[in-house]
């Protein structure tokens, strides 16, 4: 069961939910917080875990304001982050910055931008708090040089970068799977930064308002996915605006880069429509990407809770995300589970039907062709330290880790820490080892691979429900094996050998 901050309980039914998520008006950070918060089972929790884990970050300048908005008619739920005073003047001013006001709320088939990031929100045409974001519409925003103003006393403000990020959700009392997740959903932004600035990961720097709203958005949503025990996601297109959007560099077409390259590198379906603007800004794509989504809907399937999040800006297309919690039905038509009459003449329940149904996609199902190996080589390392390293970087979202013995210089025993990983998690992987290894030095390479393709289902068997992967081979044929770990539990509940759970499953 997952837990929030404040120590809420999340998904009560213990098992994984499914998520559809609506872009019909495209996505934005603080959109799908607010649509989360609506569609969880206890919104009020959901809300109150938000709030304790984003009070305990190390991070000011901030406040947020949750409540209900109309639009087109409609009761959405609007998640604000109000920014301070102190963080709505100098270098984040629009009217300073460009010497004219903040044309986000006119009939124009632009948008003017702010700071100096092509790529970046700009206005982040969802996020149009009136007063409250004077300066700092734009929540998404990044950069990989220094600010145009930066040599002016009045405008020098920190900047951070991705390695500053991370140091903050480590420090975050977050569960282990928020923090993943946010790890996750950073690196992914980072990627697609450095990629349109064509900078190493490490040199983009996250302008501090924009870093501020960056951080509150992704952290919200990591602790509702949490939260709310999310373990499917399923988003059939991103609905994107058309035309330009002006930044301090010139005028950019709709979709940014930034937004393009988080689509491209995770293979997201954007579809265009007829609004002059962005609709799906950078954080909302990297969110999106960060839960590893399927994109086609399952063919029945029954709505268990539905949210609606308000965006912050007028468009002919209403702003509004729409999240809905399903439960996938396969197969035809199911039964009344209505079995028999009992004794007395009461409904009882029918045994489940022993038939196989598709399970959840992961990345296990989805494998990418292409990874990252880092590795580095270690010999003063306790064997205790060595194994928590490497259960801290499965959590961090590493594919693989191992500990391969090696001699090192002047032929002393040690060992080389190998990871695995996909390419957009190398910079957050990297953060774990140097934290969690005694390491100088990390080497980075990119490597194509050939993988099979593959699903998962979930056979009934005499010892319960028991996940079996199934890999299709070049000549057509079919491999299938049993996960251990729920094989492993199967025998231990009944008492019988591992091998008998395994070919009960395979039988």
Known sequence: MSSSADGTAGNAAGHGRTLWLDCQAGVAGDMLVAALIDAAEDSEAAERAVRAALAALPVEGFSLEVGRVPKAGISCLD????????HENHDHDMAYLHGHEHACEGGHGHIHGREGGCGHDHCDGHRHGGHHHHAGHAHDHAHGHAHDHAGDGAHDHAHRNLADILAIIEAAPLTPGAAAFARRAFGILAEAEAEAHGLPVEQVHFHEVGAVDSIAD?????????????????????VEGRGTVRCQHGVMPVP?????????????PLAPCEVEGELVTPTGAALVAALNPEFVL????????????????AYERPSILRAMLIEPLSGPAAPSPRGH????????LAEPLPSSRPAPLSSETQPPTTVCKLECDLDDMTPEQMAYAAERLSEAGAREVHWVPVVAKKGRPAYELQVLCEPQEAVAIEAVVFRETSTLGIRRCIMDRTVLPRR????????????????MLPDGTERATPEYEDCAAAARAAGVSLATVMGAALG
């Open 79 to 86: 998640f604000n982050v109000v920014l301070d005073e102190a």
């Open 341 to 348: 009459r009992g004794a007395e003449g009461e409904d009882t």
């Open 256 to 268: 940014v880069p930034a937004t393009v390259g988080v689509c491209r590198a995770h293979g997201l």
């Open 298 to 313: 399952p063919e029945r399937y029954v709505v268990a809770s539905v949210g609606l999040g308000a965006g912050k800006r």
């Open 456 to 471: 998962l289902e979930v056979r009934h068997t005499a010892f319960g429900p028991i996940s079996v992967k199934i890999a």
């Open 218 to 238: 992704i952290v919200a949503v990591a602790v509702l996915v949490d939260l709310i025990g999310i373990e499917r996601a399923i988003v059939p297109v991103l």
